[in-house]
């Protein structure tokens, strides 16, 4: 069992409060309503800038050639990322200056900044479980709500957001992450510290959670 499965393990009641959130449940049925995946997504926009500053840190936080390439590859995903958003965002007449404009959400602050203290305060093992819950978990979201695969989604009003996390491409980024944190647990982990990291673990799950609330207070 590697760690990110123990760590979920672990931490079962808050992890599957983020993963089995009505709003996920909502947009899987394809009846969540649409103001509140806008809410979401501007706010994942703004979300993404924050974490894209993490994936920096995480780069400055790191002490091998191996730790600095697994950054900039999450950095790249990220910035990669906002272009679904963009894309998405663009059909209700928004373009990349209205998202930037947008004030960020108290759920936005609070689970940014608590990744970022993370990073800041913690090693780079405490800074990887923090980004941990988003960077894997949508992964294991977009799997979850396209059981058949893809295609099988055919006129989905969300097809296009479950692709993204669904499709190879963040699969890849999410076994990367997965596979670079247990690299990171087996340099620097104790069993007493594990706990420790469950902590950290939970916290940002409960504030995904609190993400897509945010989202769903809106419709």
Same mark, same amino acid.
């Given at each position: 069992?590697?760690?990110?499965?123990r760590?979920?393990q672990?931490?079962?009641?808050?992890?599957?409060s983020?993963? =089995?959130?009505?709003?996920?449940?909502?947009?899987?049925?394809?009846?969540?309503a649409?103001?509140?995946?806008?809410?979401?997504?501007?706010?994942?926009? %703004?979300f993404?800038?924050?974490f894209?500053?993490?994936?920096?840190?995480?780069?400055?936080?790191?002490?091998?050639?191996? =730790?600095?390439?697994?950054?900039?590859?999450?950095?790249?995903?990220?910035?990669?990322e906002?272009?679904l958003?963009v894309?998405?965002?663009e059909?209700?007449?928004?373009c990349? =200056?209205? %998202?930037?404009a947008?004030?960020?959400?108290?759920?936005?602050?609070?689970?940014t900044r608590?990744? %970022?203290?993370?990073?800041?305060?913690?090693?780079?093992? =405490? %800074?990887?479980?923090?980004?941990?819950?988003?960077?894997?978990?949508?992964?294991?979201?977009?799997?979850?709500?396209?059981?058949?695969?893809?295609?099988?989604?055919?006129?989905?009003?969300?097809?296009?957001?479950?692709?993204?996390?669904?499709?190879?491409?963040?699969?890849?980024?999410?076994?990367?992450?997965?596979?670079?944190?247990?690299?990171?647990?087996?340099?620097?982990?104790?069993?007493?510290?594990?706990?420790?990291?469950?902590?950290?673990?939970?916290?940002?799950s409960?504030?995904?959670?609190?993400?897509?609330?945010?989202g769903l207070?809106?419709?």
């Amino acid at each position: 069992m590697d760690i990110f499965e123990r760590l979920k393990q672990a931490a079962s009641a808050d992890w599957n409060s983020y993963v =089995d959130h009505a709003f996920v449940r909502q947009m899987g049925a394809g009846t969540l309503a649409q103001p509140a995946f806008r809410k979401y997504l501007v706010q994942d926009y %703004l979300f993404l800038i924050q974490f894209a500053r993490s994936w920096a840190l995480a780069a400055y936080k790191s002490r091998t050639l191996d =730790d600095i390439r697994a950054a900039q590859a999450g950095l790249a995903a990220i910035l990669d990322e906002t272009a679904l958003h963009v894309r998405l965002c663009e059909r209700w007449g928004l373009c990349a =200056d209205d %998202l930037a404009a947008t004030p960020e959400h108290q759920a936005t602050v609070a689970y940014t900044r608590f990744v %970022l203290d993370c990073g800041a305060a913690g090693d780079l093992l =405490d %800074l990887h479980v923090a980004l941990a819950p988003c960077v894997i978990g949508y992964a294991e979201i977009g799997r979850n709500l396209s059981p058949d695969g893809v295609e099988a989604l055919a006129d989905h009003p969300y097809r296009e957001w479950i692709a993204e996390y669904a499709g190879s491409g963040y699969q890849g980024v999410a076994t990367a992450a997965r596979a670079h944190l247990d690299a990171l647990a087996a340099r620097t982990m104790t069993e007493q510290r594990f706990e420790e990291l469950v902590k950290v673990f939970a916290q940002a799950s409960r504030l995904e959670a609190d993400f897509w609330q945010m989202g769903l207070d809106a419709s």
